[in-house]
């Protein structure tokens, strides 16, 4: 099948539809280019101190912050949040939803021996796990969106009066409409749906998590000063981060919110997201040798779409017909090991070049 070639028509105007790092499109590479000269700049300094409040100001307005949340930054991705949180957050016990790859993550970073053992509800791939009501905990923690298998949850509170509500939303945030007054942490790496590199943290958090980070850097407990919450915070208030983050991320994310908040807020890039994983899902319906991994339809994720094929689809050979096309990155998360694809529809994807990937991969299993 080397001779495999794909007419114009589906060829797609960008060919990049992991779920790892999104698609960045060429405008924020220009706004990249254009802000060349701050490369290099201290982070202590007026300009880059200026591109961290003009994000943090962006951010709330487009999550429509109530009154008392700020926006936090961090050194680190969500790896490093999870164990500032076990530091930081987590006062005593927490409950968490497992229900894929990155949920589970959390889990072990809370299982830090000053903490009790957490309570872990476990749910199968491709499910959404629940809490059980009765969970003895004060922070509970869940993804909004599991990256692994294209599962995603509903954003809201739970736990008794005092606990907070903290939400994993790597994948799901600027791409996903939620109500932020159901958390109190809403937290994401900006490598997806804003469309950025790593080595940073953002996190929406409430006046009661912030009260508690104070309380607990008050305690007397150790806490590395690079793990530290209450240090993020107030370097935050600072529009600046502990250690020099990459300036190159922050103006590919200041670039990508620009946009969705000129397109239309976090309406615009919920409703782009639900029409482009909505053509999947309805492709899969169609025929008789896909389907949609996760059962449950409101479960299904409007930025991460996991489809199964039956035995006649060889979905490993489909993948490979199709990079060799220039389309690429649509296979699923290594450690599920299905015969499956698995497509990102973040806000920077052309829902048109979804439909082009479809008629893509139907002409690949074809070719077969």
């Known amino acids: 099948m080397s001779d495999f070639r794909l007419p114009p028509e589906l060829i797609p105007t960008d060919g990049r539809f992991g779920c790892g790092p999104s698609k960045v499109r060429s405008e924020q590479i220009d706004h990249l280019i254009a802000h060349a000269h701050l490369l290099g700049t201290s982070h202590r300094q007026p300009p880059i101190r200026a591109l961290v409040g003009q994000i943090r100001e962006g951010l709330a307005d487009l999550y429509r912050l109530p009154s008392g949340y700020e926006v936090v930054l961090g050194n680190g991705g969500s790896t490093a949040f999870w164990d500032a949180a076990a530091f930081s957050l987590i006062d005593s016990r927490s409950a968490h939803l497992a ?67 903290v939400v994993d939303a790597t994948s799901a945030a600027g791409g996903i409409d939620i109500d932020v007054r159901e958390t109190d942490v809403y937290y994401f790496a900006p490598q997806k749906n804003f469309a950025s590199d790593g080595g ?93 991994f996760v059962a449950v339809p409101e479960h299904r994720s409007q930025v991460v779409a996991t489809i199964d094929f039956d035995e006649t689809v060889d979905a490993a050979k489909v993948s490979a017909l199709l990079r060799a096309n220039g389309i690429v990155d649509i296979d699923p998360y290594r450690k599920l090991g299905r015969n499956q694809l698995r ?26």
């Open 99 to 165: 229900f894929g790859e990155f949920g589970q993550k959390f889990v072990t970073a809370a299982s830090a021996p000053w903490l009790s053992a957490p309570i872990v509800n476990t749910g199968a791939a491709g499910e959404v796990s629940q809490f059980t009501g009765d969970e003895d905990a004060d922070v509970f923690a869940y993804p909004h969106n599991e990256t692994s298998t294209g599962a995603m949850s509903s954003v809201r509170r739970h736990g008794a009066s005092g606990a907070l509500t």
């Open 200 to 292: 940073l943290w953002i996190a929406l958090m409430s006046p009661a998590a912030l009260e508690r980070i104070e309380r607990i850097a008050s305690s007397g407990r150790y806490i590395p000063e690079f793990l530290s919450l209450g240090v993020a915070v107030e370097n935050s208030r600072l529009d600046q981060t502990l250690n020099t983050p990459a300036i190159a991320t922050l103006l590919l994310m200041d670039a990508q919110l620009q946009w969705i908040r000129d397109s239309g807020g976090l309406s615009w890039a919920d409703m782009r997201t639900r029409d482009s994983s909505r053509r999947i899902y309805d492709w899969a319906e169609r025929r008789s040798d896909a389907s949609a």
């Open 343 to 368: 497509i990102a529809t973040f806000t920077a994807i052309e829902p048109d070049d979804v439909t082009r990937l479809l008629g893509a991969i139907e002409l690949a299993i074809a070719a077969l």
